[in-house]
């Protein structure tokens, strides 16, 4: 969490430490203990057999060694893993968008279909493998 309450109570099946400034950017440390490498360490370091019961003692988590470059390289790889991750977002909100505006066209052409308007419309052998019948092409009936 980059920002807590000041008297914040939690269990005791979380930790809470901060980053020495001097050493480690914050923004930096989250990057690496939430990269796939470090999360699959501490899985490895977890023991218990149910997901409620599993357990991560504070001994084992300081074994969990974290690569420390220099601040500037931290800053620079900060840098660089939020502008990726900024694409990864505009990624996804393209896909997502895309995914509506299909839903929306694959509604209309079922819609057109059922009205019988598709006849002579559609050229494209692909999209009528897609419905769920075969519009005849000269007269626009379902068959």
């Known amino acids: 969490m980059r920002q807590v309450r000041s008297h914040l109570m939690i269990c ?7 980053a020495e400034p001097s050493r480690v950017l914050p ?11 470090i999360m699959s360490h501490i899985e ?6 149910s997901e409620s ?5 504070q001994a084992k988590f300081r074994q969990i060694r974290v690569p420390l ?23 996804a909100r393209n896909v997502e968008r895309t995914e509506k505006q299909l839903e929306r066209s694959s509604q209309a052409i079922l819609a057109k279909a059922f009205r019988g308007e598709l006849g002579g419309l559609v050229k494209d052998t692909r999209l009528l493998s897609l419905l769920p019948f075969r519009p005849d092409h000269e007269h626009g009936d379902a068959k």
């Open 44 to 49: 490895d370091l977890k023991t218990g057999t």
């Open 27 to 37: 923004e930096y440390l989250e990057i690496v203990l939430n990269s796939p490498i």
């Open 12 to 18: 005791d099946k979380v930790y809470r430490f901060r």
């Open 69 to 91: 470059p220099s601040l500037d390289q931290q800053k620079e790889i900060t840098k660089r893993v939020n502008q990726m991750l900024e694409i990864a977002g505009q990624i």
């Open 53 to 57: 019961g599993m357990n991560l003692t």
